[in-house]
C-alpha cells in the first residue's frame, strides 16, 4: 500500500510540476491544485498508514497503540483551508491578468 | 577645562556652524559671512593656543567611547605635522572667507554656500586630527562629499555636475580602498588607533599583506591629491566657485592626500614597493601636470595643473622616502598652499573684474590693476621658484633630494633631469600667467572696463603674499620653528640637520635652479607665437582628454555590461523563474538524499488491488488532466476533481475521515469557483503543430518533462522511504491521551484544531479572511477582456427566440430554463443548513466541525444563486459576507481572550457537557465558541468569494470594442450591495 | 504579575488581529474613522514592541531571566504551539512596527483611499510579520507565513492596474510554489523527529539515526528553499524587482521588511537546528548560504546599475541587502552576525524611506528624467554653458527636504561615511578579518576577502546608481514650481532617516544589544533550555 501510495505522489506531482511549468495560467492553475494533493498526501503519510485507526477515542483509559498519529491530519486540514483559500486567490488574479493583458500567457504577452 | 577637550570643540564647532548657515535666510550674506569667520578664528585661535604643548614631539589627545567593541572609539589628536595642518585649515579658511565674502554675488543663495563650506572645514579638520585610523576614513570621506557638494554648488551648470559627480567617483573609490587599507592595517596591528599604528612600522612592513594594505592605502592618498592616473578630475573641479578652489584645491583637499601619505610616512615608506610607486606617481604627475599646464587657456584650469604638479612634486619627495625629502615634502605643502591660494584668488578676481578667466582675451590688466597685477606676479614668481620666496626654498630643497646619488642609474638621471624639466616648465606657466594677462596691448574682448576690487576682498591675497615674502627672506625666524615641530612629529626625534638659508653657495641643487629659470624663460619665448595662435589643449596628447576616457568608461561598466549581465544572469518572465525554484528544490533535497537515505524497507501494510484500482483511476485522471489543460479546460477540471476523489477515499481509506470531508467540500467549492471563471478565458481551438514545434520549444518540453519527472521520483522516494520506516517517540500520543480527558472531545483531529493548535487555526481562518477581500477588491476593478464579454452561445439563443414571439420579453426562457431544479435548490435550503448545524456540533466528538459546516453552509447559499439568479437572491436575502468575516475573527480572538480573564494564556479552553434534545449530550467546551467563530468566517468567505465572481457575469464591459450588446446589463454590484 | 506583562509576547499578533477584524465593521465611507483607528493601533503596537525590546534585552543577564515564553492553551512544551521572545525576534517586531507606523501615516495621504479594506490588509499583515518572528513552532511558522503573504498579495494587488496584477500574478505563483515546498520541507522534518516544536526539533537532531538522516537534511534544504524565495536569494529573487517597483510606494516601504522575514527565518533555524550541537549535521547549508548571498550581493548590484526607474533601483538594492545578509550568515561568526543585524537594521530602514521617496520624487522629476540619467552621460551633453553667469539657482523648501533624505538615503545605502550604512559594514568587515577578535592575532580566509570585497563594490556600484540618478533628479531637472508634497508624506520618511542618525549617535549601546543577541543565536543551548522548560499557569483555581 505505502508504495502505491508513494507512485501516486509521485505521479500526482510529476504532471503538477511540469503543467506549474506551461505558459498558459490555467495549466498553472491546475498544476498547482495537482501539486497540492500530493503534498496533501505527502504530510499524511509522514503520520505512516493506518487501516480502521481512526483517531476518534472513546472516554476513559487511551492506549496510543491503537490510534494512527492525529498530529499529521490536522496540519492537513490547515493545509486543504489555506491550499483553497490560495486557489481562488490565484484564480482571480488570473482572471484580472487576463483581463488587463488580453491574453492567459503568464507573463502577460504572448511570445 | 583641559585643554585636550578643545580639540573636539574646533572639530565639532564648524559642524554646527554648518546646520546654523544653513537655517538662516537666503539674504544673510553679512551674516554667514561672520559666522564662518568667527568659526575660523576660533579655530585658528586654539590652534596657535595649542602650539606650546606639540612643540619637539609633543603630542595631546582626547578620547571619546563611541563602539568599544569594535575598537572604533572617537579620538582626536594633534602633534606638531597635525598642528601645521590645522594653522593652515584654520587661516586659509579664514581668508578664504573674507574673500568669498565679496565675491558671491548677491544673488547668490548663500546659506547653501558657506553651510557646505562649513562642514567640509569641519571633515577637514577632522581628517588632521583623527587618533583612529578608521576615524580618519570617516572624515576623509566627509570631505569628499562636502566637496561633491561644493563643486556642484551651480548645479545648473552641467559642467559643475559633472565635476562634482566625477570628483565624487574618483575620490569615493579612493575612500573605500583606503577603508579597506585601514582594516588592513588594523588586522595586522591589532587595533585602529594611530599610535599603536604609528608604533608598530616594522611589524606592518614585515607582514605579508604589507602590500595590498600600501596598495590599498595608496588608492585613497593619490586620488585625493589628483596624483597620475587620477589627475584628471582636478581641473573638472574648476567649476566650482573660484572661493572653493582657492580653499579645497590649493590649501586644503587636495592635500590630504599628501597628508595621509606623511601621516603613514613612518610606518609604510623604505621600502621598494613605496619607493617606486609613490615616486614614480609623484614624478609623471609632477611633469605632465606642468607640461599641460602651459597649454591651458583657462586661467583655472591653469593653475589647476600646476597645482597637480607641485602636489606631484611633493609626492616624489616623500617616494624617496630619505628623512630630509620628507622635511622637504612637509615644507613645501605649507608653501605652495600660501602661494596657490593667493594665485587663486587673484584668477578669481580677474573673473570678476573683466568677466572672462580665458587669457587669450585677457591682457595688460597692470594698468587697470596694479595692486593685483603685483601681488599676483610676487606669488606666480613663488610658483615658479625665483630666489627670496618660500617656493624657491622649498624647491631648491627637492633639487637637492633629486641630485642625490642612488644606487640605481636610472634613477640617479630621471630624478635630476626630471626635477628641471619640471622646473622649466612651472616657469614658463608661471610667465605666460603674469605676461598674458598683466602686459601687452589692453584687452579688447571684454564687455567692461575692469579696475581694482574693493580693497578688503584684496586684503587675503596681500597677506598671504607677505607671507611668502617673509618665508623667503627670513625663514629661520619665521616658518622654522613650526616647520622643526612638524617634522619632529614625524621623522621622529633623531631629525638629520637641514638648514633653511637662502644661500648654500654654488652647488648642484642651485645650478639646475639657474638652468630651470633661464631656460624656462627661454622656452617661452620660443613657445611664445604659439601659445598666442590661442590652440586648445597641449600638443601631443590633445586628444587624450582624462574626462572623455572617464565617463566612456564610466558608461561602459556600469550601464552597458550592466544591462548586458543582468539579461544574463536574471530574467523576467515566469516559466524559467519557476524552472529554477524546482530545480533547486530537486538538488538540495537529493544531494542530501544521495549522501544516504538508508535501507528502503518493504510495505508494513498488505497490498490491496482496490486500492490498487482506486489510484489506477486517480492517476489515469491525473495524466489525462494534465494533457488536456490546455485546449480542453472543462475535460481538465472534471478529471482534476476526480483525481481530488481519489485522494478523499484515499483519507478515508487510512482512518482519516475529518480530512475525507474536508477535502470533498472543498473540492466542490473550488471546482464550482473555477467553473465560474472558465467562461473569462480566451478560446483555444486545438491545433496540430506538433510537427512544426521548433526545436528550442522542444528542448524546452524535453527539459521541463525530465525536471518533472526527477521531482515526482524524488517526492515518492521521501514518502516511501517515511512511511516504511517505524514512527520514533513523537509527540502525537500526548494527544490522543489527553484529548478528552483535558481537551473534552473525542474527536482529537479536531480537538487539535480548535484546542491544542487552535492558534494555527486561527491563523488559518484569517487567511481565508484576507484571501476573500483580496478577491472583492480585485474584482471591483475587474474588467473582463474584450472577446469574452458577450452573452454564452446558449443565452444568446434563448433570448433570440424570445425576441421572435410577441408574447415573451427576452429573459423569460432563461428564467424558465432548469425551473424543477430550481425549486428543489430553494427547498433544499432549509436541509442544508439543518445539515450543517448538525455538521458543527458534532464537530467536536465525530468528524466535522466549524470548517466543514461552514462550506456546507456556503454551499447553501450559493445554490440559491445558481437557482435563483444573482438577483432574485439579493431581493430576498442580505447577506452581508465581510460582517460574517469580521464578527467570525472577532469571535473567535475574545473566545480565545476569555482565558486571561482567569489567568491563564491565550486560548486557554475550559468545557462541559450539556444535553441538549434531539442531539443528545454535547460538549459546551469554549472551543465550540471558538468553532462558531471558524464557522462564521467560512461562511462569509466562501460566500464573498463565490459572489464576487458569480457577479462578473452580470457586469457590463468596462471597455469593449464590440457595439454593446442589445440586453439591458444590470449593474455591477456596489460594495456596500456586497457588503 | 501584571497582565500587560503576562501577556506582553503575544499581543503584537493580537492587537492587530483585533484591530483588522474591528475594522470590518466600519463601511468605506468612514474611511477617516478607520485611519484614525488604524494609526493608534499601529503606535499602541510601536510601545509594545519597544517593552518587547527592553524585557529581551534583560534575558540572560545577571540576575538570569531567561527569554520570554507564551506557551498557548496553556499546553506544556512541546505539545502545544509556544511564542518565543528573544532579542532577535523582539527587535524585528519593533522593527516592523516602526515601519508600519511610517508607511501607514504616508499612505494616509491618498493610498488608503484608492481600493477596498486597505487598512484590515495592513493589519492583517503586521499581525503576519509578527506572528512569523515571535512563534517557537514549525507548522505555526508556516502558518503566519501564509497569514503574510496572503496580505501582501492583496497589498501589492491594492490599486490593481495592469502592472500591478501581472506583477502580482509572478509574485503569487512562485510564492505559492514556495510554500509548498515549506510544507513538504515540515512534513519531511516532522516525518523524522516527530516534532514541530523549534528548540525541540534541535534537541533532538543531534541523535537522528544516520539512516534517517539524509531524509532530515533533504527536508531542511526544501525548507531553507522556501525560505530563500521569500529572502530573494540569486536565482530565486527575480520576482523581487518587478513586484517591488509595481506595488504601490506605502505597500512597498513595508515590503521592505518581507525579504527579512526569510532571512530571519533561515538565521534563526539554521542556527538552531545546524549549530554546533546538531551532531553530524552541524553547518548544514552554511556555505551555501554565503556563495549564494555573495552571488546576490553581485546581481543585486549589477541590477541597480542597470536600472533606469528608480523605483527598479530599490528593488534591486533590495537585493543587495538581502544577499548582504545571506553571505553574513553563511560565515559563520557570531561577529560577523551582529554586524549583519546592525546591517539588516539600518538598510531596511533607509530602503524603507527610498521607496517612500521614490513617489515623490517621481512627482517633481521631469518626465523621462530616468532615462535622461544614462543616456546623457552615454552620449554626453556638451551643450556650453560657459556664458552663463554664474549665480546659484534657489532651491524651494520641500525640494531641498527631498535632496537631503535623498542624499541620506544613498549615504546609508551605500555604505559611505558617517551614517549607520558605513558603521554596519565595518562592523561586518572587522569581524571578517578578525575572527577571533581585533586583539588577538587572526587568520583571514579567502572567502573573508571575496565577501569584504564584494561589500566595499557593491557599496560602490550603489554610489554610482543613486548619483547617477540623484544628480539627474535634483539638480539637472528642476521642476517648476514648488513640489507638491504634503507633510505627512514627508514625515514619515524623516522619521525613518532620523533613525538611521539615531544609530550612529547610540551605536554603542546597539551594538552591545545585538552581539548579545548574534552570541545567543550561535549558543543555542540556552535558547532551546528556556524553550523546553517553558512555564504553563498552574491551577490557579480560577479556572470554571
Request: some cysteine.
Amino acid at each position: 500500500m505505502e508504495l502505491i501510495l508513494a507512485i501516486a505522489i509521485g505521479v500526482l506531482t510529476t504532471c503538477g510540476v511540469w503543467l506549474l511549468l506551461r505558459p498558459r495560467t490555467f495549466q498553472v492553475i491546475v498544476g498547482l491544485s495537482l501539486i497540492s494533493y500530493a503534498v496533501n498526501l505527502f504530510i499524511f503519510g509522514m503520520g505512516r498508514l493506518r487501516i480502521d485507526a481512526a483517531p476518534v477515542v472513546e472516554g476513559g483509559v487511551i492506549d496510543p497503540a491503537n490510534y494512527t498519529d492525529p498530529v499529521p491530519q490536522a496540519l492537513v486540514l490547515t493545509a486543504i483551508v489555506i491550499g483553497f483559500a490560495m486557489t481562488a486567490l490565484f484564480l482571480v488574479v488570473l482572471l484580472a491578468a487576463r483581463g488587463f493583458t488580453g491574453t492567459d500567457h503568464v507573463d502577460g504577452r504572448e511570445r | 577645562m583641559a585643554s585636550s577637550t578643545f580639540l573636539i570643540a574646533i572639530v565639532a564647532i564648524p559642524f554646527i556652524a554648518s546646520l546654523l548657515a544653513a537655517i538662516l535666510p537666503q539674504s544673510a550674506r553679512n551674516a554667514e559671512a561672520w559666522l564662518s569667520a568667527a568659526v575660523a578664528i576660533f579655530g585658528l585661535a586654539v590652534t596657535i593656543w595649542l602650539y606650546p604643548q606639540v612643540t619637539d614631539g609633543g603630542v595631546l589627545r582626547e578620547e571619546i567611547s563611541w563602539i568599544p567593541e569594535l575598537g572604533l572609539n572617537l579620538v582626536f589628536r594633534i602633534d606638531g605635522f597635525a598642528w601645521l595642518f590645522c594653522l593652515l585649515i584654520t587661516g586659509v579658511g579664514l581668508l578664504v572667507v573674507l574673500y568669498a565674502r565679496y565675491y558671491m554675488s548677491p544673488k547668490d543663495p548663500v546659506p547653501r554656500f558657506f553651510a557646505f563650506f562649513l562642514a567640509f572645514m569641519g571633515s577637514m579638520l577632522g581628517v588632521v586630527l583623527s587618533g583612529n585610523i578608521v576615524q580618519l576614513v570617516i572624515f576623509w570621506e566627509l570631505t569628499s562629499i562636502t566637496s561633491f557638494l561644493l563643486i556642484g554648488y551651480w548645479f545648473h551648470l552641467a559642467q559643475a555636475r559633472d565635476g562634482a559627480r566625477m570628483a565624487l567617483t574618483v575620490t569615493g573609490l579612493g575612500g573605500l580602498g583606503l577603508l579597506l587599507g585601514m582594516l588592513i592595517i588594523g588586522h595586522i596591528v591589532g587595533s585602529y588607533d594611530l599610535d599603536v599604528v604609528l608604533a608598530s612600522g616594522d611589524l606592518i612592513k614585515s607582514h605579508p599583506l604589507y602590500i595590498p594594505a600600501l596598495l590599498l592605502v595608496l588608492l585613497g592618498a593619490l586620488t585625493k591629491s589628483a596624483q597620475f592616473p587620477f589627475q584628471f578630475w582636478l581641473p573638472h573641479a574648476m567649476a566650482a566657485p573660484t572661493p572653493v578652489s582657492a580653499y579645497l584645491h590649493s590649501a586644503t583637499m587636495v592635500k590630504a592626500g599628501v597628508f595621509l601619505l606623511v601621516r603613514f610616512w613612518p610606518v609604510m615608506a623604505g621600502t621598494d614597493a613605496w619607493f617606486w610607486i609613490v615616486t614614480f606617481a609623484g614624478l609623471t604627475t609632477l611633469m605632465l601636470g606642468a607640461y599641460i599646464a602651459i597649454f591651458q587657456t583657462d586661467l583655472k584650469g591653469l593653475l589647476a595643473y600646476s597645482t597637480i604638479s607641485h602636489l606631484g612634486l611633493i609626492t616624489t619627495l616623500l617616494g624617496m622616502s630619505s628623512p630630509l625629502a620628507a622635511v622637504a615634502a612637509i615644507f613645501h605643502i605649507a608653501n605652495h598652499a600660501t602661494f596657490k591660494a593667493s594665485l587663486f584668488m587673484a584668477a578669481g578676481i580677474i573673473d570678476h573684474e573683466t568677466g572672462t578667466r580665458d587669457i587669450r582675451k585677457l591682457s595688460g590688466l597692470f594698468r587697470f590693476m596694479p595692486f593685483t597685477a603685483t601681488l599676483a606676479m610676487v606669488a606666480s614668481a613663488a610658483m615658479a621658484g625665483v630666489p627670496l620666496l618660500n617656493g624657491f626654498l622649498s624647491k631648491e630643497m627637492f633639487f637637492t633630494e633629486t641630485a642625490l646619488r642612488d644606487a640605481n642609474p636610472f634613477v640617479n638621471l630621471a630624478l635630476p633631469i626630471g626635477a628641471t624639466v619640471a622646473g622649466m616648465f612651472s616657469v614658463v606657466y608661471s610667465l605666460r600667467f603674469v605676461h598674458g594677462v598683466f602686459f601687452g596691448p589692453a584687452p579688447t574682448e571684454l564687455d567692461r572696463v575692469p579696475h581694482e576690487p574693493p580693497a578688503l576682498m584684496r586684503r587675503p591675497i596681500e597677506i598671504l603674499v607677505l607671507l611668502c615674502l617673509l618665508v623667503g627672506i627670513i625663514p629661520g625666524i619665521t616658518i622654522a620653528p613650526f616647520l622643526a615641530a612638524a617634522v619632529v612629529s614625524v621623522v621622529g626625534p633623531d631629525t638629520p640637520y637641514y638648514s633653511l638659508s637662502v644661500w648654500h653657495g654654488f652647488n648642484i641643487p642651485l645650478a639646475m635652479s639657474f638652468i630651470a629659470l633661464v631656460g624656462g624663460a627661454l622656452l617661452y619665448l620660443a613657445l611664445y607665437n604659439y601659445l598666442n595662435r590661442g590652440i586648445e589643449g597641449p600638443p601631443l596628447i590633445r586628444h587624450l582628454k582624462g574626462q572623455r576616457i572617464f565617463e566612456r568608461v564610466l558608461v561602459t561598466i556600469s550601464w552597458k555590461w550592466a544591462k548586458a549581465l543582468e539579461k544574463l544572469l536574471g530574467t523576467r518572465r515566469l516559466q524559467p523563474q519557476l524552472a529554477l525554484l524546482v530545480t533547486l528544490a530537486v538538488i538540495a533535497a537529493f544531494i542530501p538524499l544521495l549522501a544516504g537515505v538508508g535501507p528502503l524497507a518493504a510495505s508494513p501494510t498488505p497490498f490491496d488491488p482496490a486500492f490498487a484500482l482506486v489510484w489506477a483511476v486517480g492517476i489515469a485522471c491525473a495524466i489525462v488532466a494534465t494533457y488536456q489543460a490546455k485546449f480542453h479546460r472543462l475535460v481538465a477540471l472534471v478529471l482534476l476533481g476526480g483525481a481530488g476523489l481519489m485522494t478523499c477515499i484515499t483519507f478515508v481509506w487510512f482512518s482519516a475521515p475529518d480530512l475525507a470531508v474536508t477535502q470533498l467540500l472543498v473540492e466542490i467549492v473550488t471546482t464550482v469557483l473555477i467553473l465560474l471563471g472558465l467562461r473569462w478565458l480566451p478560446k483555444r481551438v486545438e491545433f496540430h503543430t506538433e510537427d512544426g514545434l521548433s526545436r528550442k520549444a522542444r528542448f524546452r518540453r524535453v527539459r521541463d518533462l525530465a525536471l518533472a519527472i526527477v521531482a515526482g521520483c524524488g517526492m515518492a522516494l521521501m514518502s516511501y522511504a517515511i512511511m516504511t520506516r517505524p514512527a520514533g517517540q513523537g509527540i502525537g500520543d500526548f494527544f490522543l491521551e489527553n484529548s478528552y480527558k483535558l481537551g473534552g472531545g473525542t474527536n482529537v483531529v479536531n480537538v487539535m484544531l480548535v484546542d491544542f493548535r487552535g492558534f494555527d487555526t486561527l491563523g488559518e481562518i484569517t487567511v481565508l479572511g484576507i484571501v476573500a477581500l483580496t478577491v472583492f477588491a480585485l474584482l471591483r476593478r475587474f474588467r473582463p477582456a474584450s472577446d469574452s464579454v458577450e452573452k454564452p452561445e446558449q443565452q444568446r439563443i434563448q433570448n433570440a427566440f424570445d425576441d421572435q414571439r410577441p408574447d415573451r420579453n427576452s429573459g423569460d426562457t432563461i428564467n424558465e430554463y432548469l425551473m424543477i431544479p430550481a425549486v428543489i435548490m430553494q427547498w433544499l435550503f432549509p436541509v442544508i443548513i439543518v445539515l450543517a448545524l448538525h455538521v458543527f456540533l458534532r464537530g467536536h466528538d465525530q468528524p466535522g466541525g466549524g470548517f466543514a459546516a461552514g462550506i456546507i453552509m456556503s454551499v447553501a447559499f450559493i445554490l440559491q444563486y445558481m437557482a435563483g439568479g444573482t438577483r432574485w437572491v439579493e431581493e430576498r436575502l442580505r447577506i452581508l459576507p465581510v460582517i460574517w468575516i469580521g464578527s467570525g475573527l472577532l469571535l473567535a480572538l475574545l473566545t480565545g481572550l476569555g482565558s486571561w480573564l482567569f489567568g491563564y494564556p491565550f486560548m486557554t479552553t475550559a468545557f462541559q457537557y450539556a444535553e441538549i434534545p434531539f442531539i443528545g449530550r454535547v460538549p459546551m467546551a469554549t472551543a465550540l465558541l471558538f468553532d462558531l467563530g471558524v464557522f462564521n468566517l467560512v461562511v462569509g468567505a466562501t460566500v464573498l468569494i463565490l459572489i464576487a465572481l458569480a457577479h462578473q457575469s452580470v457586469r457590463a464591459p468596462r471597455v469593449s470594442r464590440r457595439p454593446p450588446p442589445v440586453v439591458r446589463e444590470e449593474a455591477p454590484p456596489s460594495p456596500e450591495e456586497i457588503r | 504579575m501584571h497582565m500587560l506583562t503576562d501577556h506582553l509576547v503575544i499581543l503584537p499578533i493580537l492587537l492587530p488581529l483585533a484591530t483588522g477584524a474591528i475594522l470590518l465593521f466600519l463601511d468605506d465611507r468612514l474611511r477617516p474613522v478607520k485611519a484614525a483607528i488604524n494609526f493608534a493601533s499601529t503606535l499602541l503596537l510601536v510601545v509594545l514592541a519597544a517593552l518587547l525590546v527592553r524585557h529581551a534585552a534583560e534575558a540572560g543577564q545577571a540576575d538570569a531571566v531567561g527569554n520570554a515564553t507564551y506557551p498557548l492553551g496553556n499546553w506544556p512544551v512541546p505539545f502545544g504551539i509556544v511564542l518565543v521572545a528573544d532579542r532577535l525576534s523582539a527587535l524585528l517586531v519593533l522593527l516592523t512596527s516602526i515601519l508600519g507606523l511610517c508607511a501607514l501615516a504616508f499612505s494616509l495621504a491618498r493610498w488608503h483611499a484608492v481600493g477596498p479594506s486597505f487598512h484590515s490588509l495592513f493589519q492583517f499583515l503586521l499581525m503576519g510579520l509578527c506572528g512569523a518572528f515571535l512563534t517557537g513552532d514549525l507548522f505555526n511558522l508556516f502558518v503566519f507565513f501564509e497569514v503574510l503573504l496572503a496580505a501582501s498579495y492583496g497589498l501589492a494587488l491594492h490599486g490593481s492596474g495592469s502592472a500591478r496584477v501581472r506583477a502580482g500574478l509572478h509574485y503569487i505563483a512562485i510564492n505559492l510554489a514556495a510554500s509548498s515546498l515549506f510544507l513538504i520541507g515540515a512534513a519531511l522534518i516532522y516525518g523524522v523527529v516527530g516534532t514541530l516544536n523549534m528548540a525541540d526539533i534541535a534537541a533532538r537532531v543531534a541523535n537522528v539515526a544516520d539512516a534517517d538522516r539524509g531524509l532530515l537534511e533533504a527536508g531542511a534544504g526544501i525548507l531553507g528553499i522556501a525560505f530563500l524565495v521569500k529572502a530573494g536569494m540569486w536565482p530565486l529573487g527575480f520576482w523581487l524587482p518587478n513586484t517591488y517597483a509595481a506595488a504601490s510606494a506605502p505597500v512597498a516601504a513595508l515590503f521592505a521588511i518581507m525579504t527579512k522575514v526569510g532571512i530571519y527565518a533561515v538565521l534563526r533555524l539554521s542556527l538552531l537546528v545546524f549549530g554546533d550541537e546538531a551532531g553530524a549535521s552541524a553547518g548544514f547549508g552554511h556555505a551555501f548560504l554565503l556563495y549564494g548571498g555573495m552571488a546576490t550581493i553581485a546581481y543585486g548590484a549589477i541590477g541597480a546599475l542597470a536600472s533606469q526607474s528608480t523605483a527598479r533601483l530599490s528593488g534591486n538594492l533590495v537585493l543587495v541587502s538581502s544577499g548582504t545578509l545571506l553571505a553574513a550568515i553563511g560565515f559563520g561568526n557570531a561577529g560577523v552576525v551582529s554586524g549583519a543585524l546592525f546591517y539588516l537594521v539600518s538598510s531596511t530602514l533607509a530602503i524603507s524611506a527610498l521607496f517612500l521617496l521614490v513617489e515623490l520624487v517621481e512627482r517633481i522629476r521631469i518626465e523621462g528624467a530616468d532615462i535622461l540619467a544614462v543616456t546623457m552621460e552615454a552620449y554626453g551633453d556638451d551643450e556650453e554653458e560657459d556664458e552663463e553667469q554664474e549665480v546659484g539657482v534657489i532651491i524651494p523648501g520641500a525640494l531641498a527636504v527631498l535632496g537631503i533624505s535623498f542624499a541620506i538615503c544613498a549615504l546609508v545605502l551605500s555604505g559611505l561615511p558617517p551614517l549607520s550604512g558605513f558603521l554596519a559594514k565595518f562592523a561586518m568587515i572587522s569581524p571578517m578579518l578578525n575572527p577571533e577578535g581585533l586583539a588577538t592575532v587572526n587568520e583571514v580566509s579567502p572567502s573573508a576577502w571575496w565577501l569584504a570585497g564584494l561589500l566595499i563594490f557593491s557599496g560602490f556600484a550603489a554610489l554610482i546608481a543613486l548619483t547617477r540618478t540623484g544628480i539627474n533628479t535634483f539638480w539637472a531637472t528642476i521642476a517648476e514650481g514648488p513640489a507638491a508634497v504634503r507633510v505627512i508624506e514627508i514625515v514619515p520618511v524623516i522619521v525613518l532617516l532620523g533613525l538611521c542618525v539615531a544609530m550612529v549617535v547610540l551605536a554603542g549601546p546597539i551594538m552591545t544589544y545585538l552581539e548579545a543577541a548574534a552570541t545567543a543565536l550561535h549558543a543555542p543551548a540556552g535558547y532551546i533550555a528556556d524553550v523546553l522548560a517553558a512555564p504553563v499557569v498552574v491551577d490557579m483555581g480560577a479556572a470554571p
